[in-house]
């Protein structure tokens, strides 16, 4: 026996009512992204390695799938080389292309490719797969699509406020009301490090941090002290573990934190911008709240930083992030380019969606009506009929296979059952003398004779 076929781990084969969801989340997407002005863009699904390599840092550099030249690649190798077993020397040799990581990187490269043909600032939005050889698991894979909105060219902060209104007009869009929108500063967290006298150890104070709603405030301070912060600065950091109150409440605390940091008070001051434009312009459905927890990659941001999560109650990671980064195209040479931008969790969204039922009842739906097929005459007068109905939009086939006993009638209305078609059109002997046409509810059994002018104005 032949092995049965599968596919590579970290992937995913989606059915048609999982693409038409899938489709469905990305044109909401997509809409908004259009309605804010953001121009589509497209790169390659693989890059130059040099463009990839070392733009993620080690970790990220392993997780980069590796193209391997066509041809004899192995006969340009020197002995040395092969027979050194390096990794760093055999790679460039072997692999000069990468599947992309994400879609920051290569619009990175794109931007400066084209700077001369650009407008800024320059908004753009790319829908499109990366792919990243990590350990699979449950909502992590190996494949999987990027939906990001960012703006180059401009440090206003009023690209932040329309971000925010972005994220609350799509999430109001799928209908996926009570999101919170977790905003802070990567200069607030700089001016915290600052006040506790832990500058040079900025990453592992907010990795721990990080952790405080999930650990707990003792176990975030023992952790603190394995990385070599002083006693003296924790007792420094204890308002933040006691930080409560709305936005305003919170902003006013982090003032005495962070009097004699002036990069912390620049944070503050941008948040305060943000914040109270949001409170004059109103989000529809979704709620901003300041997180002084929040990180996300800290190497990369420079300013604002955006983290979504699902309604309460629901068990889900972040559904969306990004933020302010000052220095995008800088790894390729265009320097002082500020941008900001934010990213759609795709995979976690259809979850949530699925979990609360809000994917609508029509999305599935795909053929609308199908006629039966009993052989070739009455085949032919429902062709011209499905033709005619696809021409006023509507989704119609015919089977394709005569019906030449009673047991393959069932078998096509079986087939319109599991293909949850709502109608069938039944054009036997009889229905084809009158020029009528037989139109069954699957749903309801009902039964109406009907001329095609009446077939269509039912199915409408």
């Not at 053929?367 to 070739?376: A, C, E, M, Q, S």
Request: glycine share 8%; charged share 30%.
């Amino acid at each position: 026996m032949a092995q049965k076929p599968s596919i590579p781990k970290g992937t995913r084969d989606f059915n048609a009512e999982e693409v038409a969801k899938r489709s469905y989340i990305m044109e909401t997407i997509k809409a908004q992204f259009q309605i804010f002005g953001f121009q589509p863009i497209e790169t390659p699904s693989f890059e130059n390695s040099d463009t990839l390599m070392g733009k993620y840092g080690d970790e990220g550099d392993r997780l980069i799938f590796k193209i391997l030249n066509s041809g004899e690649f192995l006969k340009k190798i020197s002995e040395d080389d092969y027979s050194s077993k390096s990794e760093s020397k055999l790679t460039p040799k072997i692999s000069e292309k990468a599947l992309r990581y994400d879609l920051t990187v290569p619009f990175a490269r794109y931007v400066v490719q084209h700077q001369n043909d650009i407008e800024f600032p320059f908004k753009r939005y790319q829908i499109q797969p990366v792919w990243r050889a990590d350990r699979p698991q449950k909502g992590r894979f190996r494949e999987f699509f990027q939906c990001d909105a960012d703006v180059v060219g401009s440090k206003s902060l009023f690209q932040e406020v329309e971000f925010v209104q972005l994220y609350d007009a799509v999430f109001s869009a799928l209908k996926l009301e009570g999101v919170t929108i977790k905003i802070n500063n990567r200069k607030i967290l700089s001016g915290i490090a600052e006040v506790i006298g832990a500058q040079d150890k900025l990453i592992d104070f907010t990795v721990a941090l990080d952790k405080l709603d999930k650990i707990g405030e003792e176990k975030v301070k023992e952790e603190m002290r394995g990385k070599g912060i002083s006693e003296e600065g924790i007792e420094k950091l204890q308002p933040l573990f006691t930080l409560k109150g709305d936005f305003g409440d919170q902003i006013e605390s982090l003032k005495t934190i962070l009097s004699t940091s002036e990069v912390g008070l620049k944070g503050i001051d941008e948040l305060e911008f943000i914040n109270t434009a949001i409170l004059t312009l109103e989000l529809k459905t979704a709620k901003l709240q300041l997180d002084v927890t929040l990180a996300r990659g800290l190497n990369y941001y420079t300013g604002a930083i955006f983290e979504v999560s699902a309604p309460e109650g629901v068990k889900m990671g972040s559904i969306g992030g990004g933020g302010r980064y000052d220095d995008l195209t800088g790894i390729f040479g265009l320097k002082d380019m500020s941008g900001v931008g934010i990213s759609f969790g795709l995979d976690r969204i259809y979850l949530v969606l699925e979990e609360l039922g809000l994917f609508p009842s029509t999305i599935a739906e795909s053929t609308k009506v199908l006629f039966i097929n009993f052989g070739d005459k009455e085949a032919m007068y429902s062709l011209g009929a499905v033709t005619k109905l696809r021409r006023a939009n509507i989704k119609a086939e015919l089977f394709p296979d005569a019906a030449v006993s009673g047991k393959q009638m069932k078998k096509q209305m079986n087939y319109a059952n599991r293909r949850n078609i709502p109608f069938v059109v039944i054009m036997g002997d009889e229905e084809l003398k009158s020029e009528i046409f037989t139109l069954k509810d699957m749903i309801s059994g009902e039964q109406h004779k009907v001329d095609f002018e009446a077939l269509l104005a039912l199915l409408k």
